[in-house]
């Protein structure tokens, strides 16, 4: 029963973040072809954000389990903060890749003008955006390290209901077409942030969060890395 109560919700959040993309597919379907091959392009970039940002949080998962195991609160602090940092660094990453990178990836692939410009649209919204799943994923990994899987499954689901309501509105409604997806991915995950980071504060004392003190150390830095490299690739 353990096992079954720690690992089904996590199967459930992973599932979660990979619908996103297959959720964005079927209503940009509806509009044309040329519409969906961008966003279907775009899927290996979603991969890789979810790869890295999941590999860390699984990383900073063993670190802090540890240490609330030890009872040593302070360094249940440190990780996590340290975790937040490099979440963020990785978020300003993914944001630089957005406004820079996505010409350059699309026309390697094809030399259609309407894939090219909807498939920029598409994929900076979601990569300027990318904070949002970062901090989602990163809160969500910490909530788990405390044991309350089953709001970490809520959490992400409701965010995954407002992503499904958000995308036709934003494309039918709004006439925003795959740049509308594209908001209402990132708008429904960080909405799915703030709903995690808010079941976080009240897990009963088991962090003290300071976001003004937020510091690298290379210790925590060493060992979330050696566990979440491997998970991510």
Same mark, same amino acid.
């Given at each position: 029963?353990?096992?079954?109560?720690?690992?089904?919700?996590?199967?459930?959040?992973?599932?979660?973040?990979?619908?996103?993309?297959?959720?964005?597919?079927?209503?940009?379907?509806?509009?044309?072809?040329?519409?969906?091959?961008?966003?279907?392009?775009?899927?290996? /970039?979603?991969?890789?954000? &979810?790869?890295?940002?999941?590999?860390? +949080? $699984?990383?900073?998962?063993?670190?802090?389990? %540890?240490? #609330?195991?030890?009872?040593?609160?302070?360094?249940?602090?440190?990780?996590?903060?340290?975790?937040?940092?490099?979440?963020?660094?990785?978020?300003?990453?993914?944001?630089?890749?957005?406004?820079?990178?996505?010409?350059?990836?699309?026309?390697?692939?094809?030399?259609?003008?309407?894939?090219?410009?909807?498939? /920029?649209?598409?994929?900076? &919204?979601?990569?300027?955006?990318?904070? +949002? $799943?970062?901090?989602?994923?990163?809160?969500? %990994?910490? #909530?788990?390290?405390?044991?309350?899987?089953?709001?970490?499954?809520?959490?992400?689901?409701?965010?995954?209901?407002?992503?499904?309501?958000?995308?036709p509105i934003f494309i039918f409604v709004f006439d925003m077409g795959v740049a509308g997806v594209a908001i209402g991915t990132v708008v429904s995950q960080?909405?799915?942030?703030?709903?995690?980071?808010?079941?976080?504060?009240?897990?009963?004392?088991?962090?003290?969060?300071?976001?003004?003190?937020?510091?690298?150390?290379?210790?925590?830095?060493?060992?979330?890395?050696?566990?979440?490299?491997?998970?991510?690739?």
């Amino acid at each position: 029963p353990l096992i079954l109560t720690m690992a089904l919700p996590a199967m459930f959040s992973m599932l979660i973040q990979a619908l996103y993309n297959i959720v964005d597919s079927y209503f940009v379907a509806q509009v044309s072809q040329n519409a969906l091959t961008p966003v279907s392009l775009a899927f290996p /970039i979603q991969n890789l954000m &979810i790869a890295v940002s999941v590999g860390l +949080g $699984v990383g900073l998962n063993a670190v802090v389990s %540890r240490a #609330l195991g030890a009872k040593d609160t302070k360094g249940v602090n440190r990780a996590a903060t340290n975790g937040i940092m490099l979440m963020f660094i990785c978020g300003l990453l993914f944001m630089l890749g957005g406004a820079t990178l996505g010409r350059p990836y699309f026309e390697m692939q094809t030399d259609i003008e309407e894939i090219v410009t909807s498939g /920029i649209d598409y994929t900076s &919204i979601v990569m300027m955006g990318s904070m +949002g $799943v970062f901090m989602q994923i990163l809160f969500e %990994r910490l #909530l788990q390290s405390t044991g309350r899987t089953m709001l970490t499954m809520f959490s992400q689901g409701i965010g995954a209901i407002i992503n499904i309501i958000f995308d036709p509105i934003f494309i039918f409604v709004f006439d925003m077409g795959v740049a509308g997806v594209a908001i209402g991915t990132v708008v429904s995950q960080f909405i799915s942030c703030v709903l995690v980071l808010r079941c976080l504060h009240h897990s009963e004392g088991s962090y003290q969060l300071c976001f003004s003190k937020l510091t690298i150390k290379s210790f925590y830095l060493k060992q979330i890395f050696q566990v979440g490299v491997p998970a991510g690739i």
